[in-house]
Nanobody, 114 residues
Framework: QVQLVESGGGLVQPGGSLTLSCAASGSIFSISAMGWSRQAPGKQREWVARINIVETTEYADSVKGRFTISRDTAKNTVYLQMNSLKPEDTARYFC????????WGQGTQVTVSS
């Protein structure tokens, strides 16, 4: 099994930046890709970004050009650098890992508000 722990959320003003981290542990050898999804109150969970083991990245159109996903293999950690944040980016952000099934973290709250 893979365990995921997110960190780095918080309150930020519109136009600001935040970096989320997701640390993986357990059966990390089984992971083929990791990514982020988010869920705002009253809305369905929305996929945000993904990075695979050869570091190919993909982004949702809503965040392309503003968010960057990266990984530190030595630390078994994936990052989501979020720039030019908008109020509509407010959501709980969840890290996931794909391999033998999909594992999810507990999420970290991001609030964009003045």
């Amino acid at each position: 099994q893979v365990q995921l722990v997110e960190s780095g959320g918080g309150l930020v003003q519109p136009g600001g930046s935040l970096t989320l981290s997701c640390a993986a542990s357990g059966s990390i050898f089984s992971i083929s890709a990791m990514g982020w999804s988010r869920q705002a109150p009253g809305k369905q969970r929305e996929w945000v970004a993904r990075i695979n083991i050869v570091e190919t990245t993909e982004y949702a159109d809503s965040v392309k050009g503003r968010f960057t996903i990266s990984r530190d293999t030595a630390k078994n950690t994936v990052y989501l650098q979020m720039n030019s944040l908008k109020p509509e980016d407010t959501a709980r952000y969840f890290c996931y890992a794909q391999g033998d099934g999909t594992a999810w973290g507990q999420g970290t709250q991001v609030t964009v508000s003045s």
